[in-house]
């Protein structure tokens, strides 16, 4: 199948020692992607595709389903809140460790434990809602164990990107774009299902979902990656993965800058907006507004598959300019269809930022670290979102809906400004493709 090319720690240490799932760190010269096959859609590419599409899908499944029915259930919101905690927070508490364990026993390996993981809590979670809930610690406990598994998948989803694809960027925007139907299908299809009393359904094709990508993941034939020393403990590895993050200042920059952007704007967006266009225009038109982003991140998607420009993240902040059209629509107090528009934009800015991000960690960060490093940057981003979004309530009761609003439209702009600002961000250069 595949080897995996150890780091050796004195000269006489053995090159090579078996495992599995894992190709070449980017520009190391190690086995990549054959040159006879397609840039994107290789076979590789094809079963990645296939796997990580499946588990998009069933990962925006799942807090809508929960949540749905549990309250179609007869529970509190309370509940449903606590469920999503559940979820939620062993993803943003263990996914560090995550990329330490898919560095040393190898991505593909630990994404396939976590889609078995995935496929066993979801079954019993199918049991659970179809035959009636009667401890809610089962339910939470199933939850831990659907966050549990992604925060171990995580990491290698985009380790794993360089080694089925010569084309890095074209792929990651081939991936955004599944992101984002599959973030649009899924609430959606969840949403009916349990609107005609089958959230156990829903569970049960999540965890077909989660057999398919762990057969597609099995089927991947990869070539060799550098893995840490041997004999490290997992805190080394830990501390390693820190030191590789913070020596790269375009890399911790930008995590920096999004700390406070995600605090202060993305947070607070969704909640805050609803509380203004859903008494106002109804719920039907907060779903259309919030699918018409869904739309122009797909565009996105599709537009970085061919656009390359030489300085990537320069690129993709500028099209981050899109992203205070929405909050100040809604300020400015526009008509439902010209806050479509905004998000069409918005979505789009979205869309091309994230490919030209996932492009440049990927390319820029050797293979033997960038699992590791990936994890970091999503618990510096990602981590943030959810104290923005617990804070936009007490900030509203505050300051007003309008002040807030206004932050994140300041903010947002002031985020994309500071990109371009910094030197080694702005300057960072695109890593040709491999021939």
Known sequence: MEERLAEPVEAAAPPVKDGSGEGPPPGAGATGPSPDEPAIWSRNFRYYFTARSAGLLSWAMLPVAVAAGLLSGGYGLDTAGYSMAFLVA??????????????????????????LANLVAHVLLALLFLHGIDHLWQLYALLVVAGTANALFQPGASSTVPLVSRDVQGANGVLRTSEAITGLGGPALAGALVGFGSTGWVMVISAVAYGTSAICLFALRLGVVPAPPAGESLWRNLVVGWQEFRSRSWLWGVILIWMFYAVLSWGPQLSVAAGVIVPEHGASAFGLINAALGAGTVAGGLLAIRYKPQRPLAAG????????????????GWPVWLLIAAQVLVGAGIGVWGVMWATSVQTQVPGEVLNRVHAYEVAGSVGMYPIGSALAGPAVGAFGTDTVLVVGVVVSFLTATALLAARPIRTLRRVPDRA
């Open 317 to 332: 902040a500028v099209a981050m300019m899109a992203y205070p059209l929405y909050p100040l629509g809604i300020v400015l």
């Open 90 to 115: 062993p993803f943003a508490g263990l996914v560090l460790f995550g990329g330490v364990l898919a560095d040393r026993f190898t991505a593909r390996r630990m994404m396939i434990i976590a889609d």
